[in-house]
């Protein structure tokens, strides 16, 4: 029949049609050709953020370590600072030593 005619004959786009089909296999193609350096660059993009978390995580533990070092450093030269004390008073007589401490030696008379 006639639909069967009008079926078999070749449809010609429009010119439009010819020009978006065109522009858009142009696209699809420019987008195959971008895709790999976009995962080139997202890769960096990640590796940069961990190293930078990586970095931060240092930075803050080395901090610490600082910290707990210099905490006690502190707590040794203020005992140390203390049993001075302690023997200076000792000495001068104004303080019994300690039943669980040496008796200072002082100076010889």
């Given at each position: ?35 790999p350096s ?60 300690r039943p ?10």
């Amino acid at each position: 029949g006639p639909l069967t005619l009008y079926l078999l004959l070749p449809v010609r786009p429009s010119p439009h049609l010819q020009v978006v089909g065109v522009t858009l296999r142009s696209l699809i193609q420019s987008v195959d050709e971008i895709l790999p350096s976009l995962h080139r660059l997202r890769r960096a993009d990640q590796q940069m953020r961990l190293a930078q978390q990586n970095s931060i995580t240092s930075v803050k533990e080395e901090s610490q370590r600082q910290m707990l070092t210099a905490a006690h450093t502190l707590a040794l030269d203020s005992k140390n600072l203390l049993d001075a004390v302690d023997q200076d008073r000792v000495r001068a007589n104004f303080a019994e030593p300690r039943p669980d401490s040496p008796v200072p030696e002082g100076p010889e008379e």
